[in-house]
């Protein structure tokens, strides 16, 4: 059992996404942190300055209209989140967390709600 919040760091995560805030989101990573995206095809993202670039356009076009909270729970090795951006596009994302409290793995696609309008996740 590790001694860290979790489902914490996932809602401070979803904060930094609200408040379009790139370098505190970048900073819930381990610096060799990957993201891989499956709403495309699977892409893999790893190191802050590819997630910086995964995240920036998406923060600057997305934290504007919203990130809402759906659903969060415990999973597997980590946290499972919905959210949604805008009250319609849905996200399904999965954290998984290094010993001392880092995202070190975040797998996204798209929510059973709307396959096929994932992008932004």
Same mark, same amino acid.
């Given at each position: 059992?590790?001694?860290?919040? %979790?489902?914490?760091?996932v809602v401070?995560?979803?904060?930094?996404?609200?408040?379009?805030?790139i370098e505190?989101?970048?900073?819930?990573?381990?610096?060799?942190?990957?993201?891989?995206? %499956?709403?495309?095809?699977? %892409?893999?993202?790893?190191?802050?300055?590819?997630?910086?670039?995964?995240?920036?356009?998406?923060?600057?076009?997305?934290?504007?209209?919203?990130?809402?909270?759906?659903?969060?729970?415990? *999973?597997? *090795?980590?946290?499972?989140?919905?959210?949604?951006? *805008?009250?319609?596009?849905?996200?399904? *994302?999965?954290?998984?967390?290094?010993?001392?409290?880092?995202?070190? %793995?975040?797998?996204?696609?798209?929510?059973?709600?709307?396959?096929?309008?994932?992008?932004?996740?």
């Amino acid at each position: 059992m590790n001694d860290f919040d %979790q489902m914490g760091i996932v809602v401070d995560w979803l904060d930094a996404c609200r408040k379009g805030d790139i370098e505190t989101l970048l900073d819930l990573y381990a610096d060799d942190a990957c993201l891989e995206c %499956q709403c495309h095809g699977a %892409q893999l993202y790893r190191g802050r300055g590819e997630l910086d670039a995964y995240w920036r356009p998406r923060l600057g076009a997305f934290s504007s209209v919203g990130f809402s909270l759906e659903e969060i729970s415990p *999973a597997s *090795a980590g946290i499972a989140l919905e959210y949604s951006i *805008a009250g319609a596009l849905r996200i399904r *994302a999965w954290f998984g967390f290094s010993g001392d409290g880092k995202i070190f %793995q975040t797998i996204c696609e798209p929510a059973r709600h709307n396959p096929r309008d994932c992008c932004s996740c």
